[in-house]
Structure formats: C-alpha cells, structure tokens
Nanobody, 124 residues
C-alpha cells in the first residue's frame, strides 16, 4: 500500500509560478517511477509529467514542455512539479501518481496509486 499526499496548490496570476510536492509513504520510494496528472471540470484526467526511479529520465506533455519541471528527492520520499509561466488553461486539480515499476509507464494504467489531488487555479 502506498499513500500519496500532494501540497502546494493555490491561486496564482497568469505568468506566475507554483511548486507542487507529493510526499509518499508505504513502499521504498526510490525504486518506482512517479508521475503528475491533472483534471479540469468536464475533461478527462491527462498526463502532465513523469520521472523514472533515479530521476535521470523524464517525460512531459507537449502543453507543459519548457514551462514545467518534474524532479524527485528519494531521500525525502518526495516528488516535485515546478510550474512556471502558468496559463489559465493550466487550471486543474493536480494528482500525484505512483508507478508500478522503475521505468516511466507508457499509459495511465501503469500507475497503481494516486493522491487526492491539489487545486491549481490560474487567473487571467
């Protein structure tokens, strides 16, 4: 069993920055990939970013490339999402997800545990 707790969401103006954190417990954190997803009202949950177990491989959705950075601190059992140059269309609930293996999953089914989410609202 894995427990994920997101934090760092909030209200920010367009062009601003936020850093999300996800603290994990329950399994050796450093042996699994991690990801971030988001969901806005009326839309399906979508992939944002992912990182492998060592932190030396990352993937990003095209919509956030160059603006968001995923990172992890295995000593602190925490994964981060630094979000810069935020846009109103980034408004969503952001979810942390735990991968089933060390490598970045290719589909959403490759994640086996999810956090409760943290709201990010970007005003124009």
């Amino acid at each position: 069993q894995v427990h994920l707790v997101e934090s760092g969401g909030g209200l920010v103006q367009a062009g601003g920055s936020l850093r999300l954190s996800c603290a994990a417990s329950g399994r050796p954190f450093g042996t699994y990939a991690m990801g971030w997803f988001r969901q806005s009202p009326g839309k399906e949950r979508e992939f944002v970013a992912a990182i492998n177990w060592r932190g030396d491989s990352t993937n990003y959705a095209d919509s956030v490339k160059g603006r968001f950075t995923i990172s992890r601190d295995n000593a602190k059992n925490t994964v981060y999402l630094q979000m810069n140059s935020l846009k109103p269309e980034d408004t969503a609930v952001y979810y942390c997800a735990h991968g089933e293996t060390r490598v970045i999953p290719t589909t959403r089914r490759g994640y086996d545990y999810w956090g409760q989410g943290t709201q990010v609202t970007v005003s124009s």
